[in-house]
């Protein structure tokens, strides 16, 4: 039994020991809340903010080549990767049957050429007779008649020449344009159906021209305002470590749609010179510049809360100051902010330290007060904050003189 009673009383000791030297490691027990800061010191920085957005790379101009008539593929000499210039050879047709008919044609011409030629000599012989009252004016209709037949005949047989002529155009299929091949399903002696047929015709090539190459991007509906046709982009593509590319705005949709489960606008932007590492198909990072400022007041986006005036409706900005006696209340104008730092236009100055969550006194206030906007995970607290803002405040967006709610946002905002 004595045994039993040390071995407890050993492994009670080894056990506080260890809690003990746990808590003293840093970032754990009472040292970790110790760690986390209250106030920051007014400071001057740059502040960029962008928008960003995941798009994908593809070819500014793609096109599936399809036959226009029916036929069987005689030549096909371009292949999966092949580079290849305007005006050359992508495919043929066979075109041996639309030869023989074409000599038929021209068989059915010659015939209908002498039909027109005896026609015409009775027609006028005819015409000589009744104008000397020696026929009758019904002989002489005839063989106007079989005139007029005639020449139509004629006429029907030189266009069903030149529809077979064309035809033979049609069998040899040129590039549109210096492109890349980037599929090939069919192989020669296929048959192939044209475009005017069903289903639109076979896709025999598709081709692109990958010096262009664009991103189709979806822009959520809350950042698209902030766009414009022809701004300057900058493209990050993921699978080309440190790759970075301009782009420009070129087009964007004027109605909203639906892309995993989120409304936003489709936006066409055009990459410039176009490294060819870059493939159709990668995935692209965009960074869409808003605002900016350099050389600026800052304070972390913490320091800044929110206040809706019960009277007016108006909402005001402010920040806690240290003084001797503690922390003083001071409005402040807010201007371009990233995610993590805001740009004070007016009411502090470098080397102030503010406050980064609500001093005693006043979090007592509000409480009391719904109107007044609480840090987050404080009692009472109804403030959201969203990612990227430190903890006790709501981070501020602003773009473009247009600023989103800072520090004490009810709902979060968009």
């Not at 007041?297 to 100051?321: C, D, H, K, M, N």
Request: hydrophobic letters at 40%; charged letters at 25%.
């Amino acid at each position: 039994m004595k045994k039993w009673i040390i071995l407890a009383v050993v492994l009670a000791g080894g056990a506080w020991g260890f809690q003990k030297w746990r808590n003293s490691l840093p970032g754990t027990g009472a040292s970790a809340a110790d760690s986390h800061p209250t106030t920051a010191v007014v400071e001057t920085r740059d502040i960029h903010f962008a928008v960003s957005a995941a798009g994908e790379i593809g070819p500014a101009d793609q096109v599936s080549v399809r036959p226009e008539i029916n036929g069987k593929i005689l030549t096909l000499p371009v292949d999966i990767g092949d580079r290849v210039k305007k005006d050359s050879v992508l495919f043929t047709l066979d075109d041996q049957d639309l030869q023989t008919d074409r000599s038929s044609k021209l068989i059915e011409i010659e015939a209908a050429k002498l039909q027109l030629e005896k026609a015409k000599r009775d027609y006028e012989r005819s015409k000589q007779l009744y104008a000397d009252k020696l026929i009758s004016q019904e002989l002489f209709e005839d063989t106007k008649t079989q005139y007029e037949l005639a020449r139509n005949a004629l006429d029907r047989a030189d266009k069903a020449l030149h529809l077979v002529e064309y035809q033979l155009t049609k069998t040899k299929i040129l590039a549109p344009f210096d492109c890349t091949v980037l599929t090939r399903p069919v192989s020669v002696g296929q048959a192939v159906s044209g475009s005017g047929g069903f289903n639109s015709g076979t896709e025999v090539l598709t081709i692109a021209n990958l010096n262009e190459m664009v991103i189709n991007a979806h822009i959520n509906q809350a950042d698209v305002t902030r766009l414009k046709i022809g701004q300057q982009v900058e493209v990050d593509v993921e699978a080309v470590a440190g790759l970075k590319v301009a782009g420009n705005v070129e087009r964007i949709a004027p109605q909203a749609t639906i892309k995993n489960n989120i409304k936003g606008f489709a936006a066409r932007i055009l990459l410039k010179d176009v490294d060819p590492r870059v493939r159709p198909g990668m995935t692209a990072n965009i960074q869409i510049p808003v605002a900016s400022a350099d050389n600026v007041a800052a304070v972390p986006l913490a320091a800044v809360f929110t206040e809706t005036s019960p009277e007016t409706g108006q909402t005001e900005r402010y920040v806690y100051v240290k003084n001797e006696d503690g922390f003083e209340r001071k409005p402040v104008q807010i201007g371009v902010s990233d995610y993590f730092y805001a740009e004070v236009q007016k009411g502090l100055s470098p080397g102030e330290v503010v406050a980064l969550e609500l001093p005693e006194p006043e979090k007592s206030r509000a409480l009391k007060n719904p109107l007044v906007m609480l840090p987050s995970g404080s009692e009472g607290g109804n403030a959201t904050v969203r990612p990227g803002a430190s903890k006790g405040n709501e981070r501020t967006n602003s773009a473009n003189g247009a600023q989103r709610p800072a520090g004490g946002n009810r709902r979060g905002g968009t």
